[in-house]
Structures are given as structure tokens and as C-alpha cells.
């Protein structure tokens, strides 16, 4: 803050991203120029209390919709069990929760750095937009929706997608789905880092093959486990 009182705004514009800046901003300032003091607003008196985290703790639980949990429970044990690498599997369930390091999470945790996606130069690079959504990747859904069929329905991120293709299509298209996304992401790293050109036309080709050995590796590994515990 200034000195004299009020927000240096020049100094949060070059520090802080756009959002950030418009929230800092709107934070009202003291008249009396007190120091700030961390308060619990759900005491009278502002101190936090065993008491009142308690109160708070139970207040989040009863609010808490049980179909609702369960539901997504049951979604995310059926996506443990799909029959793909476990390293796949960690990177599309960061996708689904937007974990993952695009130019829009980037700028969000303070790092100074342009939104535009570097392929189309036209969007911000969200993880929607880096998976499956930019201009680049048209060949890609077009092929997919060729050989599997059309994903119906306007999506906004890649847990709708993903469960709209695990509901509708069969097991087995939603493992191949997984690796692809998988797989372009990679692709997108390589390019990024300006390590080496990436082909983008064989990505379901080679997602399909890469899960099929895949599978068949472990199919011949569990079988060899049984073997061995049968037969010592």
C-alpha cells in the first residue's frame, strides 16, 4: 500500500495476475490505519475456538449431499479400475480436476506468463483447450469421431467429457480415450519446450497400439502370477 493510504495499484499490476489485481482492489481499506488482525467470524469476539471448528466441521458435513458423494465415489472407482498404466491414469485424473501446468494455471499461481495457446494463438490455453479443443487437435476429434463416434454435448472441461464417453461408449473406448488425451498432452510438452517435432496424425493409432500391448502385458503377467502361486 501506499504511504499515504489506498492500493499502489502499479505495483500490484506488475506483480499480480489481471483477476488477482480486480480482487486485491476491491478489498475496502481501513479508515483508522490499524493493523490487520486474522479474526474468526464465527465468534463473538473473533477467537477461534475448539468450539467453534467443531460447530464449523459438523455445519460442512450436514450440508454435504450424500446421492451426490456417492455418485462420484462410485464414478471414480469404476475410472481406478480401467485397464491402463497407472502413470495415464494420475495425468487424466489431474486433467479432470484442472491440475495440470497450462498457461491459464500457470498465470493463476502468480507466474508472469501469456495465456495464448502457442498452437492456435488464438485462445487462452486452458486444459479443455490443451486436450482436446484447440484448432490443432481437429484432426484428432475428427478421426475419433469417425472410428468411435461423436461425443454429443457442449463441454466445458475434461471430466465431462470423459464421463460422457465412459457412459455412452464402451470400456474399452474410454481406455483408448484416456491414452489419447494422455498421449496428446505429451505432445504438447515436447512442442512447448521446443525439444522436437511431435507427429499429431498418429495419436489414436498409436494410443490404440500402445494400449494393446499394454493390456496384453499385464493379461500375460497376471497369468504368470497365478502360475507361479498355484504351482509354487
Known amino acids: 500500500m501506499k504511504p499515504s493510504g489506498g492500493w499502489n495499484v502499479d505495483?500490484?499490476?506488475?506483480?499480480?495476475?489481471?483477476?488477482?489485481?480486480?480482487?486485491?482492489?476491491?478489498?475496502?481499506?481501513?479508515?483508522?490505519?490499524?493493523?490487520?488482525?486474522?479474526?474468526?467470524?464465527?465468534?463473538?469476539?473473533?477467537?477461534?475456538?475448539?468450539?467453534?471448528?467443531?460447530?464449523l466441521g459438523n455445519q460442512t458435513n450436514d450440508n454435504l449431499s450424500p446421492s451426490t458423494s456417492s455418485s462420484s465415489n462410485s464414478w471414480w472407482l469404476f475410472f481406478w479400475k480401467l485397464k491402463i498404466p497407472l502413470k495415464v491414469k494420475i495425468m487424466v485424473w489431474k486433467a479432470c480436476h484442472d491440475w495440470l501446468p497450462t498457461k491459464v494455471n500457470i498465470a493463476r499461481r502468480g507466474i508472469r506468463t501469456s495465456n495464448i495457446c502457442a498452437a492456435c494463438k488464438c485462445s487462452d490455453e486452458t486444459t479443455f483447450h490443451a486436450l482436446w479443443d484447440s484448432k490443432r487437435l481437429k484432426n484428432i476429434r475428427e478421426e475419433w469421431n469417425q472410428k468411435k463416434g461423436k461425443l454429443k454435448g457442449n463441454f466445458s472441461n475434461i471430466l465431462e467429457l470423459l464421463q460422457v464417453c465412459m457412459t455412452n461408449k464402451s470400456l474399452g473406448?474410454?481406455?483408448?480415450?484416456?491414452?489419447?488425451?494422455?498421449?496428446?498432452?505429451?505432445?504438447?510438452?515436447?512442442?512447448?519446450?521446443?525439444?522436437?517435432?511431435?507427429?499429431?496424425?498418429?495419436?489414436?493409432?498409436?494410443?490404440?497400439?500402445?494400449?494393446?500391448?499394454?493390456?496384453?502385458?499385464?493379461?500375460?503377467?497376471?497369468?504368470?502370477s497365478r502360475y507361479r502361486v498355484n504351482f509354487g
Not at 23 to 39: C, G, Q
Not at 175 to 198: A, H, K, P
Not at 201 to 208: F, G, R, T
Open 173 to 224: 473406448d474410454a481406455e483408448i480415450f484416456c491414452v489419447v488425451i494422455w498421449r496428446i498432452w505429451f505432445g504438447r510438452n515436447l512442442v512447448s519446450l521446443g525439444q522436437r517435432e511431435f507427429c499429431w496424425e498418429d495419436v489414436i493409432s498409436w494410443s490404440e497400439l500402445f494400449l494393446s500391448d499394454y493390456q496384453k502385458a499385464d493379461s500375460t503377467s497376471q497369468t504368470e
Open 11 to 55: 505495483f500490484r499490476k506488475a506483480n499480480f495476475h489481471s483477476d488477482e489485481v480486480n480482487d486485491i482492489l476491491s478489498i475496502p481499506i481501513s479508515k483508522n490505519s490499524r493493523e490487520d488482525t486474522v479474526l474468526c467470524h464465527y465468534e463473538g469476539n473473533g477467537m477461534f475456538s475448539v468450539k467453534s471448528g467443531n460447530w
